[in-house]
């Protein structure tokens, strides 16, 4: 049995506006389906076999989405925030009725690769540290790096409130870098498990999620979807 929806909510998923405009879009002539006119926002249509187009401009329907974003310095890892611009917000018009959600978080000041999807499944199965999901960072680091650093992270560093972190990796590349593995995303973790060894984090750059790498053709605050390898390669940890 094919999967129908109303025409409206099928628009709002696609960005075209809330209930009341696209109710206000309809009346006016501007939508149509399979090249009718369609005045009542609540008729079903079948977003697998119905055209709808806004405008003449075709909507393209897609229920989940799957995303990589080169997550800039001063943005929010939020759907939504009063002070600061979110990743969410740096996308373009069709995507912000979607309910998409980044996946994990990233701080405000970190920078790299961040997912953005609304699928809730296929997320969990990334967050999760049962799913033993590597997250590789680059770190810049202020403070004299410890000879048995590596030692420390693989015995599990224990924060300064007592918790105690999974067994991670921690590689001196450079004078003052690090490059880090985890497999957890605990509040400022990498800064934490860092301060615990006497260093602080000036600068963060998370560069992978498991096999998932940022696109290297990316720059700061763009994205694009993801592939269907990356993404099944993501989801196969979720099953």
Avoid at 67 to 76: N, T
Avoid at 199 to 204: E, I, S, Y
Avoid at 206 to 214: A, E
Wanted: net charge neutral; aromatic share 4%.
């Amino acid at each position: 049995m094919a999967k129908t929806m109303r025409v409206d909510k099928l628009l709002g998923h696609t960005g075209w506006g809330t209930r009341r405009e696209l109710k206000e879009l309809c009346k006016g002539g501007h939508v149509t389906i399979n090249g009718a006119v369609c005045r009542d926002s609540s008729q079903k249509v079948d977003p697998a076999a119905d055209v709808i187009a806004v405008d003449g401009q075709a909507v393209s329907y897609e229920e989940h989405i799957y995303l990589m974003l080169y997550k800039p310095a001063g943005v929010v890892s939020a759907t939504e925030d009063n002070v600061s611009p979110t990743v969410i917000g740096l996308l373009p018009r069709q995507y912000q009725g979607a309910g998409l959600f980044p996946v994990g978080r990233l701080d405000k000041d970190t920078t790299g690769l961040l997912l953005i999807t609304n699928d809730g499944t296929w997320a969990h199965g990334i967050t999760s540290p049962k799913q033993h999901m590597d997250k590789i960072y680059d770190a810049g680091v202020e403070g004299d790096i410890p000879a048995d650093l590596g030692e420390r992270f693989a015995a599990g560093i224990v924060l300064d409130d007592g918790l105690h972190c999974l067994p991670a990796q921690a590689v001196q590349t450079g004078p003052q870098s690090l490059t880090v593995v985890v497999q957890e995303g605990k509040f400022h973790q990498v800064k934490r498990m860092c301060a615990a060894v006497g260093l602080k984090v000036v600068r963060l750059h998370r560069r992978s999620i498991g096999s998932v790498v940022l696109d290297a053709r990316l720059e700061p605050g763009q994205f694009r979807p993801l592939t269907v390898a990356e993404r099944e390669a993501l989801k196969g940890r979720s099953r």
